[in-house]
T-cell receptor, first 116, second 111 residues
Framework: DSGVTQTPKHLITATGQRVTLRCSPRSGDLSVYWYQQSLDQGLQFLIQYYNGEERAKGNILERFSAQQFPDLHSELNLSSLELGDSALYFC???????????????FGPGTRLTVL | GENVEQHPSTLSVQEGDSAVIKCTYSDSASNYFPWYKQELGKGPQLIIDIRSNVGEKKDQRIAVTLNKTAKHFSLHITETQPEDSAVYFCASTDSWGKLQFGAGTQVVVTP
């Protein structure tokens, strides 16, 4: 158990809908990262937040957005869902921003999103 | 941006034999190289990592080597056991902490 929690575990929805995925980082971790894992794309970095502020963006679609709240939990919002958005979505957390000896990322169990 | 290549994509080994997975990276500024193990239905779990000021690191049956000049790093698993069966991902990170993952290696350990 990494200490990172994600809810829900599974989510089934229809095309065009909007969903919210939730992540609670390990106690004391300030950075939260979101990743998408699909069969044909592997693990893709989406976005990073540090202490409530967006710090880095990866291959995140404009239909997707995220935020980190004052209690450091984070939410990933996916809207206008398409069939191709079906994937595993992982959250990871690390103690600091980056570049130091304590920047190891620990992953949560993931949310499996199925768009029908 | 950073590009990480990982080989092989699948690896079958007999229990007790060694397994080696190799990765190459492109960004010479990369300074941190973690390895993750992902079992079916679970999130990636960090198993070992190495930083750019170290050439080799060992933790029981697992070792990682890094060649910064050649920009490649490898995972070595000795005395493999059935519970080592999983998908293994290498990754490299730039100074901002952004992880770029390899495509993964499916390791199957047969008794």
């Amino acid at each position: 158990d990494s200490g990172v929690t994600q809810t829900p575990k599974h989510l089934i929805t229809a095309t065009g809908q909007r969903v919210t995925l939730r992540c609670s980082p390990r106690s004391g971790d300030l950075s939260v990262y979101w990743y998408q894992q699909s069969l044909d794309q592997g693990l893709q970095f989406l976005i990073q937040y540090y202490n409530g502020e967006e710090r880095a963006k990866g291959n995140i679609l404009e239909r997707f957005s995220a935020q980190q709240f004052p209690d450091l939990h984070s939410e990933l919002n996916l809207s206008s869902l398409e069939l191709g958005d079906s994937a595993l979505y992982f959250c990871a957390s690390s103690p600091r921003l980056a570049g130091g000896p304590r920047d190891t990322q620990y992953f949560g169990p993931g949310t499996r999103l199925t768009v029908l | 941006g950073e590009n990480v290549e990982q080989h092989p994509s699948t690896l079958s080994v007999q229990e007790g034999d060694s397994a080696v997975i190799k990765c190459t990276y492109s960004d010479s500024a990369s300074n941190y190289f973690p390895w993750y193990k992902q079992e079916l239905g679970k999130g990636p779990q960090l198993i070992i990592d190495i930083r750019s000021n170290v050439g080799e690191k060992k933790d029981q049956r697992i070792a990682v080597t890094l060649n910064k000049t050649a920009k490649h790093f490898s995972l070595h698993i000795t005395e493999t056991q059935p519970e080592d069966s999983a998908v293994y991902f290498c990754a490299s990170t730039d100074s901002w902490g952004k992880l770029q993952f390899g495509a993964g290696t499916q390791v199957v350990v047969t008794p």
